[in-house]
Nanobody, 121 residues
Framework: VQLQASGGGLVQPGGSLRLFCLAS????????MGWYRQAPGKKRELVAD?????????NYADSVKGRFAISRDNAKNTVYLQMDSLKPEDTAVYYC??????????????WGQGTQVTVSS
């Protein structure tokens, strides 16, 4: 199983970006998918995540509530992060994370490779 993240880029303050993370491989089920970010000199922090049946439970960092929206397409094993009203402080490398079961029912927890988001005028 592997995670592939994409969608980052350079955007002006107030702009929008949409991040994608695809889980591929011999997957039986995915219980958790989330987005984290790490800015230079700072610790990696949770941005938003989904859990529960089909990703019905969502959770957001206070700093992104009302601006970011996380969603999942369970049929495609993909998680999205819609980021609106971006601020310079949102600049970071964004990582996706997923946990679930392989086709042999062993558990997996994986990180994607990270995608750079830069908010600057």
């Amino acid at each position: 199983v592997q995670l592939q993240a994409s969608g980052g880029g350079l955007v002006q303050p107030g702009g929008s970006l949409r991040l994608f993370c695809l889980a591929s491989g011999s997957i039986f089920s995915i219980n958790y998918m989330g987005w984290y970010r790490q800015a230079p000199g700072k610790k990696r922090e949770l941005v938003a995540d989904t859990s529960g049946s089909g990703g019905s439970i969502t959770n957001y960092a206070d700093s992104v509530k009302g601006r970011f929206a996380i969603s999942r397409d369970n049929a495609k094993n993909t998680v999205y992060l819609q980021m609106d009203s971006l601020k310079p402080e949102d600049t970071a490398v964004y990582y996706c994370n997923a946990g679930g079961r392989n086709s042999d029912f062993t558990y997996f927890v994986l990180w994607g490779q990270g995608t750079q988001v830069t908010v600057s005028s």
